[in-house]
């Protein structure tokens, strides 16, 4: 039966690690897509107060070629990133084993990954490959894939960024969420500087995430 696995693992051991080690705040995403060529990973989402800082960053990883913003927002862009031929040791071990990687999200300067094996047999062989090789996985999760679709949101993998996080509370202080409301949205972007559409979007995004974390603690607690 096949299994799903959340791991935690240093940038340093994966991708991006010095991108990682000066982010901060930044969340970056690795889009899950159905592979038809061969490159790996081609998009990045990167969500920060300062995405343009983190994106030049990315570009200059020793591991890229090359990264192009597809689409820019005020805290969020995707990148097309082309990575060069250097490949990690935890990937080699991870097509060895034949694994999928289902969800991949760096957040707090660590790379918290949800794969999936063939079997409990094949796990196995790929954690021992990787700690012969050096490369340090902390396993957080693991059950079979029948029970569902696993997420490194169950692990903590989320969080909001400093700018989402500094919205809602601002929000949330000021009465925006109440009921009847207090505020409106414009007077809620006066209050931190930016406009109607960056509060609107930093409020959406930081409460998805919100909810996201929530409602996937509470499935795994059941």
Known sequence: MSVHATVAVAPRQFVLGRTLTVAGD???????????????????????????????LVAAEPAVERAEPVHR?????????????????????????GAACVEAVATNGTWHLTLRFHSHERLADCYHRCVEQGVRLTVKRVHDASGGRSSSRASGALALTSAQREALATAYETGYFAVPREVTLAEVADRLEISDTATSQRLRRGMQRVLAETFSATSVER
């Open 73 to 97: 927002s005020d805290d969020e862009w995707v990148l097309c990133v082309h990575w060069g031929d250097q490949q990690p040791p935890l990937l080699a071990a991870l097509a060895d084993a």
């Open 26 to 56: 930044a969340r970056i995403e690795i889009e899950s897509l159905v592979p038809i060529e061969t490159r790996i990973a081609p998009y990045l989402t990167v969500v920060a107060s300062d995405p343009r800082t983190v994106c030049d």
